[in-house]
DNA sequence: GTGTTAATGAGAATCATTATCGATTGTAGT
DNA sequence: ACTACAATCGATAATGATTCTCATTAACAC
């Protein structure tokens, strides 16, 4: 009689991930997520935020930024194919639906003989907010 | 009688660094030269090819480019504004010269309000050569 | 409820990168 | 060529992020 079933459970640590995920609007790293899960509720264990994150990205149930400093950091996106705009002063993260490199990156393609290509963008700049401070 | 000069110096780790890039179309990691440059000459401290890629490219002198893993490799490009089109199979490095995101990088700052914009942009595919094996 | 087993979490282990600091060595000056 | 000295090197310790271990907990199908 073995309860054969390999789903994903719903546990409340993984709900609160992506709870804290969903309201924000700027992209965590699994440390900074630790942290801030740590303060409210009862807190979820770093290598549980770790595991997670990994899976739910896989899964892509969220995105993964690559930070400059090498370090990974996770966001709530909407879905279908996106690239990003970020502040590098606040963080805050636009997501940018209209993407201008599929021409560029096909016609690049062709031109060097690869093929199976995937193009990978990221703006970064000063939001409203943050270029203010003149 | 202070010998006053805070220049540059031509040491010989920094010529077999050099010399290790440029020979390469491939970019490599900080372990990956080291462990290159093990085998051949006499070696380079590993702490020393850290310290002359990392100072290589604030100079502008050699590229860095961050791998998905979050490691970061250099290569030894040529100047000015470009992306890169990489092969995700046997690193191949192509430099593109022909940039096609200035008008939409702009485009999208304006629209947004973030000013002081800048972007980073990559290709990953198959090289002609990986390609072939069907 | 009970059983099965995915999920959790505290801490050890990895791995890339950085910091130490005494020993070298490139170089301007003589 | 000889000196003086700061820049550089290199062996190694330290850091920091991420992953692994494994005993304990808890979803959930029956
Ligand atoms: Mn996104
Ligand atoms: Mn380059
Ligand atoms: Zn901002
Ligand atoms: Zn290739």
Redesign the pocket.
């Known amino acids: 009689?073995?309860?054969?079933?390999?789903?994903?459970?719903?546990?409340?640590?993984?709900r609160a991930i992506l709870a804290a995920l969903g309201s924000a609007d700027r992209a965590f790293?699994?440390?900074e997520l630790h942290e801030r899960l740590r303060a409210t509720e009862?807190?979820?264990?770093?290598?549980?935020?770790?595991?997670?994150l990994?899976r739910m990205a896989e899964e892509g149930a969220i995105d993964a930024i690559l930070r400059p400093s090498?370090?990974?950091a996770y966001r709530a996106c909407g879905h279908g194919h996106h690239h990003h705009l970020i502040c590098r002063e606040c963080g805050r993260v636009v997501e940018l639906h209209d993407c201008g490199l599929s021409d560029w990156s096909r016609r690049i393609a062709a031109e060097h003989g690869f093929s199976e290509v995937e193009h990978q963008a990221e703006l970064t700049g000063l939001c409203a907010d943050c270029g203010a401070a003149a």
Do not use: K
């Open positions: 009689m073995p309860a054969h079933d390999q789903s994903t459970r719903r546990t409340e640590q993984r790293s699994a440390q009862h807190g979820v264990g770093l290598a549980t935020v770790y595991r997670n990994g090498g370090e990974t």
